[in-house]
């Protein structure tokens, strides 16, 4: 019966950005995919989750959204409501969907007790219900002394030893310990499991209408240059088009993908500069198939958020990373250890004559090592290891067993 299937329900607050949504989005796709009894049910309060497509199974809840002002507050993004009224609207939407769905597992990514503390009603009550709770952390979360601060104001650390059943790092020990520095409570290390990334394929169908028209208009090969939600990243697009205008023959043409969150001014006067460049081919604002544009690309330029980084590795590309160093330093940590590792190149913006050396390393993109080159046993195996550990969590819940319905694997 459908109403006996397997629940997991994945919670992503999604503030700013598309790399919560995304992550969550890759995951629940392999797990519906693995699994024929399984729906999955993700909450967010991301503004362009409907513009994603999702598999049979997979559906979504959205909670209203806010934005991070600069400051460090937040604010509502549409609604013109206090944010402790909007925040107290998701925390009542995010409750009552819990409690209507009734989830076997739930995977609450990186905030342990959600926005503001939005999760706390919604983890006991699923804790209280026999739920199988796990935290989802992306491989870096920030620099240890400042996560220890942002943690201990937010007093997160103690959820991690009364709520979760586990924490699954999506990367590998080799690259990072995200919680590093934290004082953890007793038994809480033992908790935590690596995943490895977690890989990300080609969707049916291929490029994006928009794509295909930057694509066949470029003189391939071609460079990708993506900043993600593009909020920040006036600057990357900065560079890369100032090393362009200083060497006009650089071998690769380029196709800029700049980003949703961008400001609409700041794109404006990008998509200006870019059409005086013959080299820049196109320039796109948003495409919800980002990874045909990976795919197809000889090298990428990126600012190193976890999403990118994964799907570098998976389409196992050339790339140079230009972290961001505020608001938090994950993306430098990130790119320094990669390119330690050999599997990326990072770019120092801050160093003397950056249009020069970035054309510099354009020119030389094309001959760069690939991921593959660093040979690193489970680096992509994120995906199949979730799969596994879900196996694992829904074998071990109580509300699974009090259901009585035994699991169902693909074959």
């Not at 024929?36 to 909670?63: H, K, Q, T, Y």
């Not at 597992?105 to 796990?134: C, F, Q, W």
């Not at 690259?175 to 934290?182: E, F, Y």
């Not at 590795?313 to 990669?338: G, H």
Request: net charge neutral.
């Amino acid at each position: 019966m459908a109403g006996d299937s397997t629940r997991i329900l994945i919670y992503s607050h999604d503030s700013f950005g598309l790399g919560h949504l995304r992550r969550c989005r890759a995951i629940a796709s392999s797990l519906v995919r693995a699994r024929r009894d399984l729906s999955v049910l993700i909450v967010s309060g991301s503004p362009l989750i409907g513009s994603f497509e999702f598999p049979a199974r997979v559906d979504f809840v959205r909670v209203p959204g806010v934005t991070k002002l600069s400051n460090g507050e937040y604010s509502s993004l549409t609604l013109h409501l206090a944010f402790d009224e909007v925040l107290a609207l998701r925390e009542s939407i995010i409750r009552h969907t819990a409690e209507a769905f009734r989830p076997d597992m739930l995977i609450v990514d990186k905030e342990p007790l959600g926005l503001r503390g939005e999760m706390s009603e919604t983890l006991d009550l699923l804790r209280d219900r026999g739920a199988y709770l796990v935290l989802g952390l992306r491989d870096v979360l920030d620099e240890p002394t400042r996560l220890a601060d942002e943690w201990a104001r937010k007093s997160a650390v103690p959820s991690l030893r009364d709520h979760y059943d586990r924490i699954w790092v999506y990367g590998l020990g080799a690259v990072c310990n995200p919680l590093a520095g934290l004082p953890l409570p007793p038994g809480v290390p033992e908790k935590m499991v690596y995943t490895g990334y977690l890989r990300r394929e080609v969707p049916v169908g291929g490029f994006s209408e928009t794509a295909a028209d930057a694509v066949a208009s470029s003189r391939e090969p071609y460079v990708l240059v993506t900043s993600g939600g593009g909020g920040d990243g006036e600057a990357l697009f900065d560079q890369v088009l100032a090393a362009y205008e200083h060497d006009p023959g650089l071998p690769l043409s380029a196709v800029l993908l700049l980003g949703p969150f961008m400001p609409a001014a700041v794109r404006d006067t990008l998509r200006t500069r870019a059409a005086a460049i013959e080299r820049v081919s196109g320039v796109l604002t948003f495409d919800p198939r980002v990874e045909a544009l990976m795919a197809g690309a000889a090298g990428i330029v990126a600012m190193g958020g976890y999403n990118t980084f994964c799907e570098i590795l998976s389409f196992d590309k050339p790339a140079i990373l230009v972290p961001r160093l505020e608001p938090r330093m994950e993306q430098f940590i990130r790119a320094s250890r990669a390119q330690a590792l050999g599997l990326v190149r990072m770019f120092n913006p801050g160093l003397p004559d950056p249009a020069r050396r970035m054309a510099e390393a354009l020119r030389a993109l094309p001959a760069q090592s690939r991921p593959s080159d660093a040979y690193m046993p489970g680096l992509l195996d994120g995906l199949e290891n979730i799969d596994t550990l879900v196996g694992e969590g829904l074998a071990r819940g109580p509300g699974r067993r009090r259901r009585g319905v035994p699991a169902v694997r693909a074959v």
